[in-house]
């Protein structure tokens, strides 16, 4: 079996829980020899099952007249359960659109388009924001448009367990409450579920010193093509998560974010050095660094190890953390201490951030 085969059998596994209609798609792609031909036109240094994934949805959502349009949640209001004749509509359209296909595939990345993991940023900076009492300079790696780099520009409805009690459990008496956080007069209200822990909620967001984001290929929420491969990205059923995206976009384009073009290795220095020593400094990045050779990723490590001897200098990663992808993404905390780079677990959340089981650190 190839390792592009095994890619989308993996994101079969990874859609099968909410979305039917790309766990089907994968596995089609993965048994025909001739779309895994085209989806190989994604260089293998990308995500290319996501990339193809969204290559298709993006012409699908572009009014093209053709049946595989039918089974797709996101451009009809009733669309056909994946049956039998999948298969074929995704092979005669792939072979009537193969070349508006080509050039989707070989330029276009997958890039985080998920606002909802600002629920547990939000956790996490405040976390960092208590051990420093000083306004946050944040800087995210691979922020694709920067959706996420207004995270205290939106409001938080999170869902917890009123007595303390796993919300994991199953019990018909378990009580629930719900805590407001964030401006109350925001555009954007993102709801996510606290399912174990405690994490810090203040009611107003910590203060943010300066805010930047370093990607190879940065999108912008003022071109048009940009804001559609974000909407191609978010999976043909999560309409919650289409219409949060369109309203961050809305935030996003009041005031775009400061991205920089390039790569983080080369960029981040440069970065970090125009920050005032004192000033607490949060690298981040949510989903990004499986995307990163390991050799780049254990120079950013030694890179921010170095930068954490000096200024206070703290790092937020999310990373796959687990075979099954039902149980979600992990969140570590990294910071200096005493010359070295510690590390601890933060919070285990949701890939989209529909909910977070909150660890701490010391």
């Known amino acids: 079996m190839s390792a592009l085969q095994d890619?989308?059998?993996a994101q079969a596994e990874w859609a099968a829980d909410t979305s039917p209609l790309y766990e089907r798609l994968c596995r089609i792609v993965a048994d025909d020899p001739e779309l895994l031909d085209l989806a190989a036109t994604v260089p293998d240094d990308r995500a290319q099952a996501n990339v193809f994934l969204a290559a298709v949805h993006r012409l699908v959502r572009s009014s093209v007249d053709h049946p595989l349009a039918e089974y797709y949640p996101s451009v009809t209001d009733d669309p056909r359960t994946p049956d039998d004749a999948l298969a074929e509509a995704l092979r005669s359209f792939c072979e009537t659109y193969a070349e508006d296909l080509r050039p989707l595939l070989s330029t276009r990345r997958t890039q985080t388009n998920a606002v909802r993991r600002s629920a547990v940023l939000y956790q996490a900076f405040a976390h960092v924001a208590t051990r420093t009492d000083r306004p946050l300079a944040l800087?995210?790696?691979?922020?694709?448009?920067?959706?996420?780099?207004?995270?205290?520009?939106?409001?938080?409805?999170?869902?917890t367990d009123a007595d303390g009690r796993d919300a994991t459990e199953d019990d018909d008496d378990f009580a629930d409450t719900v805590e407001t956080v964030g401006?109350?007069?925001?555009?954007?209200?993102?709801?996510?579920?606290?399912?174990?822990?405690?994490?810090?909620?203040?009611?107003?967001?910590?203060?943010v010193h300066s805010r930047a984001g370093i990607d190879l290929n940065p999108l912008d929420v003022t071109d048009g093509a940009d804001v559609e491969w974000l909407h191609a990205l978010t999976w043909p059923e999560h309409h919650d998560r289409r219409a949060l995206l369109s309203d961050a976009?809305?935030?996003?384009?009041r005031d775009p974010p400061r991205l920089i073009e390039g790569d983080v290795l080369d960029e981040l220095p440069a970065v970090l050095d125009e920050i005032p020593d004192d000033v607490p400094v949060v690298v981040y990045s949510t989903l990004v660094l499986y995307q990163v050779p390991e050799a780049v990723q254990?120079?950013?490590r030694n890179l921010?190890?170095?930068?954490?001897?000096?200024?206070?200098?703290?790092?937020?990663?999310?990373?796959?953390?687990f075979d099954d992808p039902s149980d979600g993404l992990e969140l570590h905390w990294h910071r200096g201490v005493d010359g070295d780079l510690v590390t601890d677990p933060l919070a285990t959340f949701q890939h989209h951030g529909e909910w977070i089981d909150w660890h701490g650190g010391e």
């Open 7 to 9: 890619d989308f059998l």
């Open 139 to 159: 800087v995210e790696i691979g922020p694709s448009a920067g959706l996420n780099l207004a995270w205290d520009r939106f409001r938080y409805e999170y869902e």
């Open 183 to 207: 401006p109350a007069d925001a555009p954007v209200t993102i709801r996510s579920r606290v399912r174990d822990g405690q994490p810090p909620l203040p009611e107003e967001p910590p203060a």
């Open 249 to 253: 976009i809305d935030v996003a384009r």
């Open 298 to 300: 254990t120079a950013l």
């Open 304 to 321: 921010i190890a170095d930068a954490a001897t000096g200024p206070p200098v703290h790092w937020l990663t999310g990373s796959h953390g």
